[in-house]
């Protein structure tokens, strides 16, 4: 459900014009869609320290996407990548994106 909010999110603020709250909100979704390969990660670990499986699954529930949620929300509120460019900057390339 999260991943289609932030998604929609995204869809919602580039249709608006919005190019750096829609590049945040694709940074959120990004997160949620890597946190499944989070989860192939931290499971056969946390089943190597001695978990049953039905402990490790809800470690890894939570493990494999909230750690990664609240870091990619501090590295967004931090300003992630400083001032945004303008349409002059950008040259070519934002004619051809934005035909």
């Not at 945040?24 to 949620?32: A, G, S």
Request: overall charge positive; proline content about 2%; glycine content about 8%.
């Amino acid at each position: 459900m999260a991943w289609f909010t932030t998604n929609l999110f995204a869809l919602i603020k580039i249709k608006k014009g919005k190019i750096k709250e829609h590049e945040k909100w694709m940074m959120r979704n990004y997160m949620l869609t890597f946190s499944a390969v989070y989860l192939r990660i931290y499971l056969p670990i946390i089943l190597g320290c001695g978990a049953s499986i039905e402990q490790a699954l809800m470690i890894v529930s939570w493990l494999c996407w909230v750690p990664t949620m609240v870091g990619m929300e501090v590295y967004i509120q931090s300003g992630f990548g400083g001032k945004q460019k303008s349409k002059e900057q950008l040259g070519d390339s934002f004619l051809l994106t934005n035909a």
